[in-house]
């Protein structure tokens, strides 16, 4: 069963995808798919864009791997590219300056908050960048951070309105302002 906080990042994630209409959309970190999936619809809504996706999957339960696969052959269908297993510390570095219009972080919640200055460098001036589990780990709240002291724009969603959610994790949503 999928969490209504996965259904309003998906929602979330899925209409700035299709109002902001990337033409290059990074997703570090695949977790159950779901976002992967949100993000390949909107693609698909829009008729352009194109996704690379890069997971290390040092986190995985090997039960999950028959659902892994299918996530990656629907991926292969939009033309999109897949690092995995790499690091995404190495990918990112390795990625050109202003790359990335849209950015999506939900991985190696130990360490992403160590390169941020990475993720600033690769997306396009005005990329969207999405950083999930904020509050959960201290390493991706360095993202709030850090787009504070450089006067990023930044919106964080950590709120409940029922009890069956699940948003005290936080997600923040921030503009690359160049």
Same mark, same amino acid.
């Given at each position: ?8 990042? /998906?929602?979330?994630?899925? =209409?700035?995808?299709?109002? %902001? ?5 990074? &997703? ?16 698909? $809504? !829009?008729?352009? =864009?194109?996704?690379?996706? +890069? ?5 995985? !339960? ?6 892994? #696969? ?10 999109? %590219?897949?690092? #995995?297993?790499?690091?995404?510390? +190495?990918? +990112? ?6 790359? $990335?219009?849209? /950015?999506?972080?939900?991985?190696? %919640?130990?360490?992403?908050? &160590? ?7 690769? @997306?396009?001036?005005? #990329?969207? /960048? /999405? *950083? %999930?589990?904020? $509050? ?6 360095? $993202?709030?951070? &850090? #787009? ?21 994790? @936080?997600?923040? *949503? ?5």
């Amino acid at each position: 069963m999928m969490y209504l906080l996965t259904l309003a990042i /998906i929602l979330l994630i899925f =209409g700035l995808l299709v109002s %902001h209409k990337p033409e290059r959309v990074l &997703e570090l970190g695949i977790g159950n798919g779901y976002v992967t999936n949100a993000i390949m619809s909107a693609i698909k $809504y !829009n008729g352009v =864009g194109s996704l690379d996706t +890069v997971d290390s999957f040092h986190d995985w !339960n090997m039960s999950t791997k028959e659902d892994l #696969a299918k996530i990656l052959k629907e991926i292969d269908k939009i033309g999109t %590219h897949i690092y #995995a297993p790499v690091l995404e510390q +190495v990918f +990112v570095k390795q990625v050109p300056d202003n790359t $990335y219009d849209f /950015i999506i972080s939900d991985a190696d %919640h130990h360490h992403v908050g &160590e390169w941020t200055d990475e993720i600033w460098r690769i @997306g396009k001036p005005n #990329a969207v /960048i /999405i *950083v %999930h589990d904020i $509050y959960s780990y201290r390493s991706p709240f360095n $993202y709030v951070v &850090e #787009a504070g002291k450089l006067k990023k724009p930044v919106f964080i969603f950590n709120k409940s309105s029922r009890p069956d959610e699940q948003c005290e994790n @936080g997600m923040a *949503v921030i503009l690359n302002g160049k």
